[in-house]
């Protein structure tokens, strides 16, 4: 099982970023996917995330009104969509994913790392002022 990010790279404050994360090796069409992300000398944060329906998203509050995470089942893949960047958004950025099935938790489940199984390799933002 593997889950690839990809999209990130160098921008200008107020610039817009997409990132995507392509599995393979099982369908996460079905479990909640997430985004977290890694700034020099801090610790990996939650950023997005998305029930295994879809309906349902989550942000912490730093990104809130600037960023949106979406999934497409049929590419068995997720997005971010990252809008109004901020040179405090510079960080290596993972997505991950939940080896559950059909399980819906409750908000702040959404926003821990142990929650999520599968971890991808990152892909570095970098937002310049």
């Known amino acids: 099982v593997q889950l690839q990010a990809s999209g990130g790279g160098l921008v200008q404050a107020g610039d817009s970023l997409r990132l995507s994360c392509a599995a393979s090796g099982r369908t996460f069409s079905n479990s909640a996917m997430g985004w977290f992300r890694q700034a020099p000398g801090k610790e990996r944060e939650f950023v997005a995330a998305i029930s295994w329906t879809g309906e349902s998203t989550y942000y912490a509050d730093s990104v809130k009104g600037r960023f949106t995470i979406s999934r497409d089942n049929t590419k068995n893949a997720e997005y971010l969509q990252m809008n109004s960047l901020k040179p405090e958004d510079t960080a290596i950025y993972y997505c991950?994913?939940?080896?559950?099935?059909?399980?819906?938790?409750?908000?702040?489940?959404?926003?821990?790392?142990?929650?999520?199984?599968?971890w991808g390799q990152g892909t570095l933002v970098t937002v310049s002022s």
């Open positions: 991950a994913a939940d080896s559950s099935i059909r399980t819906a938790y409750t908000r702040l489940r959404y926003y821990t790392a142990g929650l999520y199984d599968y």
